[in-house]
């Protein structure tokens, strides 16, 4: 069998596999179509000219850049329909994609700081969840993150203000600008979310160093690493990754796009595979890094050779890094491990 056959044969394969994503921010599925209409329905003036030059915008040289643009782009975002209409459309690429599972980050103050409370977007989000459980199969879990470049005040403040919707939301988690925001800045927040009961998460490792993981780990108590690739700069900090089998939710196309790598052919993903580490794929943002959670599957075979085994892997550790009920998440290993057997 040719290369070409044996690489569109696995892209079927991950196509067909069912599959859970854990790192995707809500606010990252922003198409620039909908910012579009979201802004005229409005009177919002954007910058650009048109939705093709919203896309032409999209070329970032690290973390910040890309913010920058994803939190302007947020504002267009101002009634429950609209939060109705961005959730549904990502829940209905879901179906598309085979994700039978997805656990998505929202930023709550990136719409609070400009007035716009739980009770609008909330129940945007619920009405769409609902919809997508009936309508298309697709089970849905919510993590509030806080944005690590405001005070940590703001943060507790963010948790409290969530009370009301607590049975929505499964995880905390932490995100925005790395660098100088070390998950230490958080630990009185974080501890208040465990004592809540709350599952817990967080950004580290993408741009900042590995220290950042430790901090994550030790302080904050994370469940699950987000990004995590610098972690391969620590040889102890690799060792009692595997050990503990603390999953790392790695996205290949943002690290890309984010220069975080030059190229996806140098990224680690495989190599902490290999070494024994829980990583999975997830599209992080997708609709600003150009591709859902296949797209950065298929550019991991295109770019660097991944093969059946290894995409197998990946899956089911999507599966087994989730925060379903362990019932649930055999029935899932069992259905993969069916079809990649066929
Ligand atoms: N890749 C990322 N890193 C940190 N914060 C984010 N918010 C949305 N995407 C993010
Ligand atoms: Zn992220």
Redesign the pocket.
Known sequence: MSTDTKMSELKQLIQQLPKAELHL?IE?TLEPELMWRLAKKHDIALPFSSVEAIQEAYQFNN?QSF?DL?YQGADVLRDEDDFFELMWAYLCQCQQQNIVHTEIMFDPQTHTERGIGYNVFMPGFAKAIEKAKAELGVSVYLILSFLRHLSEDSAIQTLQEAKPFYSMITAVGL??S?LGNPPSKFTRAFAQAASQGFKLVA?AG?EGPPEYVWEAINLLKVDRIDHGVRSIEDPILMAYLKEHQVPLTV?PL?NLK?CVVDDISQHNIVDLLNDGLRVMVNS??PSYFGGYLNENFFALVDKLSLNKEDAVKLISNSFSASFLPDKQKQIWLTRIQQIAQD
């Open positions: 921010h990252g973390l913010l994803y995100d925005s790395e950004h993408e996205c943002s984010l992080d943002d």
